[in-house]
């Protein structure tokens, strides 16, 4: 039995949510067979993420019981697999210029679904209090004694069983819980909120209930190596010089290389053919990259500059700490091949992690899947609907967070926990070789 997942994106442009249901009730059953097994442990794990506008306010209205059904047939897959999913913002597909798909202010409906055999997955959730969750983006030094929150609350798997895993979660914040920082990698989708939609802060999905709060996700432990490796497309480097950041407070940037940091900003962003403002606003495509050996291993938007202070305010979540070497980015277009990425067949199953605010929109045509070798679109004669085979497309302006460990302290992990914002981090399935890969792509 292969121990790989089953993993496919679909993406409709009609309004109508039956449409994903008609496709998830053609699938699912397909890869779980017709055993039943309701309480045994062995048992597949389902991944979904269902991608609907936060700001749809009149689906409820318009389609409520066909929600009503989607959500009775996820919760009918609970008698034959564990399931753990969640709502949130739908992928950046743009409409095609040839053909028309509805009417223009239709906002496209996806699902993301990942069948794990059991073998390789086990579901699982962390209930935990706001007081007891790491803010992602903070450092975790080694020798720091972190303390597991007694409000942290796990289901599905063992404290202990979590510290050899390699993780892909949702939550329902900007935090995660403590206990998924013990893992050996983490990659946590932050969902988006869904108060307008389903009248919840989030929506999240365990099995045959749903949450508004906490963590869900799969473990996976047949992968036994993990290796992150940013690539980031679609953002240029100003120049070759990198500064040392000197201080640093939260996601604000008061030092760098002994000095104001605008000073040497403002000096870059004229280099950059940019007229930054005395408050520069996060729209005019600047970061703050840090440089490791010559590799960019971490990227965060600039919100603004204050000159009076001299201070760098870099987005919500970011944390980039004192002795970091960091150079400064813009957003260049020209130079993304992310877009298309996205839409080629990769050699092995892959989680993708989209951060629509920050990713240039993917805009597909049906001529795609049929002139070019190794699109994985596949466009059905209405050219309103395309599956995307292999890919579990998944997006959220919150964006994601991904970690690897650094070394081991008593047993732990300490991780480099931090928020992304910009672009695109791939979960690609390499078993043949035995490793997980990252791949970041930014845009």
Known sequence: MSLLPSISTFITRSRNPAHVLDYLTRTVPQHLGSSNHEQSRNRPAILLVLGISPDNTDL??????????????????????????????????????????????????????????????????????????????????????????????????????????HLITLSASLTVPHAITRSRSLLNLHTSATPFLTGLPHTLFYNKRI?????????????????????????????????????????????LSGEKPTHHFLRTARKAGAEPAMSLVEDQGFALGVVRDGTVTQMHTIMSSDPSRGTLALEEGAYIPSGKDVAFFVRDPSVSNADRDLL??????????????????????????????????????????????DTFLASSEEGFSMMEGLGMVCGLWWPDLNLKRLGVVYFTFAFSVHRVFFHEYVA
């Open 211 to 255: 949450l508004e709060r906490g963590c869900v996700g799969v473990a996976l432990d047949t992968w036994p190596q993990a290796e992150v490796k940013p690539t980031f497309s679609g953002m240029r480097r100003v120049d070759e010089k990198t500064y040392s950041v000197t201080e640093a407070q939260g996601n604000l940037i008061t030092g």
């Open 60 to 165: 409820a209205r318009e389609h409520g019981a066909v929600l009503n059904d989607l959500v009775s047939e996820v919760q009918g897959w609970t008698a034959r697999a564990n399931v753990v999913g969640c709502i949130t913002a739908p992928p950046p597909i743009a409409r095609p210029r040839s053909v028309h798909l509805g009417n223009e202010g239709d906002s496209l409906l996806s699902c993301a679904l990942a069948v794990f055999p059991s073998a390789s997955a086990r579901a699982f959730r962390v209930e935990y209090d706001d007081d007891g969750r790491v803010r992602v983006g903070r450092w975790h030094a080694f020798g720091d004694k972190q303390k597991e929150d007694p409000g942290e609350v796990i289901e599905g798997l063992r404290l202990e069983d979590l510290a050899n895993k």
């Open 344 to 389: 080629r067949r990769p050699s092995q199953p892959n989680i993708a992690f989209v951060n629509p605010p920050y990713m240039t929109s993917v805009e597909v045509e049906p001529s795609h899947a049929e002139d070019r070798a190794g699109l994985n679109a596949v466009f059905p004669d209405s050219a309103e609907e395309i599956v995307l085979p």
